[in-house]
């Protein structure tokens, strides 16, 4: 086989194809699980959106409408923060960073959601808090799946990790 010639600047992501490549099929349960996670941070935010729309027609100009709009923005961005953090390839680096924050992420959009289940609002409005709250709370589930991949996955996630950073050093 012929070594594949790379441009210095466009190594890093050169590497990452490979290594996807190589590890995609062993860290693929792993990689469904946390598509599962952020589809559902994804619909989250859709839902979040749609609520503040209808609260803004229903409360225009009033202190009310400020202050879950607010609220609405931590949840977004909270949301925003955990879909971003995700890498170009799945490392051992990153699974420990998640392990570590999205629980007290989790926690913090429990407690940003809660002034919504006291609003007064239309049948519609009420729906989405449901489901806002339900999809949080599914979150939990969603990361613990992700967890229990850990036994399983930890060497591998190792290996690509351990490569990387030969490279970064």
Request: contains cysteine; glycine residues 2%; hydrophobic residues 40%.
């Amino acid at each position: 086989m012929d070594p594949d010639e790379v441009d210095i600047k466009d190594f890093s992501s050169w590497l990452d194809d490979k290594l996807k490549l190589k590890y995609s099929s062993a860290v693929s349960g792993l990689n469904e699980r946390f598509v599962a996670f952020f589809n559902c941070l994804h619909s989250i935010s859709e839902d979040v959106t749609t609520l503040s729309q209808i609260i803004r027609k229903q409360f225009p100009n009033e202190e009310r409408f400020q202050a879950m709009s607010q609220v609405l923005s931590n949840i977004v961005c909270l949301s925003y923060r955990l879909i971003n953090d995700y890498p170009a390839i799945l490392n051992f680096r990153y699974f420990e960073h998640f392990k570590v924050n999205t629980k007290s992420a989790i926690n913090n959009l429990e407690i940003c959601a809660h002034p919504l289940t006291h609003l007064s609002i239309d049948k519609a409005g009420h729906k989405l808090i449901w489901c806002i709250t339900a999809q949080i709370n599914y979150l939990n589930f969603l990361f613990e799946e992700v967890i229990n991949r850990e036994m399983i996955v930890e060497p591998i996630l190792k290996a690509i990790s351990d490569v990387q950073c030969v490279i970064d050093n």
